[in-house]
């Protein structure tokens, strides 16, 4: 299983005219099949009357489901382009539509491949790149007396503190990269005495900086 994978950061929409036609690039993450699909209806039920509406997707941390389509144009020229920005990039689990409005003006293959490829990177440069990593939520219960020691020891881990409530102990939640979970929380139990008590709670995918 794939601990990790590189998507979009979120959805995004940017615009570009190319010899009066209008392209509307547009990116979204999408973990299913079905979510890259409900995007893509969504982004021609808000186009109705564009001339085109293609796009590509790749859904599972291996690119184990890959779609793309012309949806219309010259074959070749559109959706494998606009496939290509992501497979060039490492992009996964994100679907991306170009919608076409004509503006009169034929742009040959060529110009057509150029004028989706740059949509799609547009589209993809506004959401921002992610990787998410397989992600270990720990439940933490400390006592206040180890509390700074632990918090020092954590500033110098990849790790983040949420959920932090006091009451006769301190409690929180400790977000660990899997991959990492076993050397940080050893680590972190020295550094507070060995009075860190955690439990997993869940492992999700969850956004880290590159």
Not at 71 to 78: I, S
């Amino acid at each position: 299983m794939n601990l990790s994978y590189v998507t979009v950061a979120e959805q995004s929409c940017e615009e570009i005219v190319i010899n009066k036609s209008r392209f509307i690039g547009y990116a979204a993450p999408c973990e299913t099949e079905e979510q890259a699909l409900s995007f893509l209806q969504s982004i021609r039920d808000e186009h109705k009357t564009a001339t085109h509406h293609c796009y590509a997707y790749i859904i599972g941390e291996n690119a184990s489901v890959m779609r793309y389509s012309d949806n219309g144009e010259p074959a070749g020229t559109a959706g494998m382009p606009i496939m290509d920005v992501m497979r060039n990039k490492g992009i996964v689990n994100c679907c991306i539509v170009v919608v076409r409005y004509f503006g009169g003006v034929l742009l040959g293959t060529g110009g057509l491949v150029r004028a989706y490829t740059q949509s799609s990177q547009a589209a993809v440069e506004s959401a921002g790149i992610s990787r998410m990593e397989m992600t270990s939520d720990e439940s933490c219960e400390l006592p206040y007396s180890s509390w700074d020691r632990f918090r020092y020891a954590a500033e110098q881990h990849p790790v983040r503190i949420e959920r932090i409530t006091y009451g006769s102990d301190i409690r929180f939640h400790l977000l660990v990269r899997s991959s990492d979970r076993d050397e940080v929380l050893n680590s972190l139990t020295d550094a507070s005495g060995r009075k860190l008590v955690t439990k997993t709670e869940a492992e999700s995918f969850m956004p880290w900086k590159l």
